[in-house]
């Protein structure tokens, strides 16, 4: 009889306990099993040809942000302007990984918005971005010399993330090296 009239008090004060834990996170950062690690290794034809190719390789030796995008994506052109703006403020190519997408459609959509990219990386099964851990577009990352991803960006990039976070980390990893 006494579990009976405890046990339902147990439960309760567990449930407020997470929901308090719960409120004192921000439900805007989401934790990636990436960060710290190497970029995942992909090999991929260029938007603009099948006989060009990019891989992983060209991470090395420079800081890169890394943008995942669709042409298909609302979000995607609402962060279109502040990737161009995150390139010229601080120098670091923006490398494109076009997901799940069709040649002529993102061809289309570069020529109508302009195209900040250094190279643009065609990914139209979406595995390379499976790879990388993209649970839907856009997602940035930023991936050091070394290769490594020291942060990412999931959803559209907000002014506010630009100027708080992202350029000062993209010029925090420029300084460092």
Same mark, same amino acid.
């Given at each position: 009889m006494r579990w009976r009239l405890i046990m339902p008090v147990v439960v309760v004060?567990?449930?407020? &306990?997470?929901?308090g834990y719960g409120?004192?996170?921000?439900?805007?950062?989401?934790?990636?099993?990436?960060?710290?690690?190497?970029?995942?290794?992909?090999?991929?034809?260029t938007l603009d040809s099948d006989r060009e190719r990019i891989t992983d390789a060209a991470f090395q030796g420079s800081?890169?942000?890394?943008?995942?995008?669709?042409?298909?994506?609302?979000?995607?052109?609402?962060?279109?302007?502040?990737?161009?703006?995150?390139?010229?403020?601080?120098? &670091?190519?923006?490398v494109g990984l076009n997901y799940k997408d069709t040649r002529e459609a993102a061809l289309r959509w570069l020529g109508r918005y302009g195209n900040p990219f250094a190279?643009?990386?065609?990914?139209?099964?979406?595995?390379?971005?499976?790879?990388?851990?993209?649970?839907?577009?856009?997602?940035t990352f930023v991936v050091d010399r070394d290769g490594?991803?020291?942060?990412?960006?999931?959803?559209?990039i907000t002014r506010e993330e630009m100027n708080d976070t992202l350029i000062p980390k993209l010029r925090q990893l420029k300084q460092a090296s």
């Open positions: 004060f567990a449930l407020i &306990v997470m929901l409120l004192t996170r921000n439900p805007s950062e989401l934790p990636s099993a990436f960060i710290g690690k190497p970029a995942p290794s992909f090999d991929l034809p800081i890169t942000l890394v943008n995942v995008w669709a042409s298909w994506c609302v979000a995607c052109r609402a962060e279109h302007e502040l990737i161009t703006e995150i390139s010229r403020r601080t120098g &670091v190519p923006v190279v643009v990386a065609f990914d139209p099964a979406g595995e390379v971005g499976i790879d990388w851990g993209v649970a839907a577009v856009p997602e490594t991803i020291r942060y990412k960006v999931v959803g559209a």
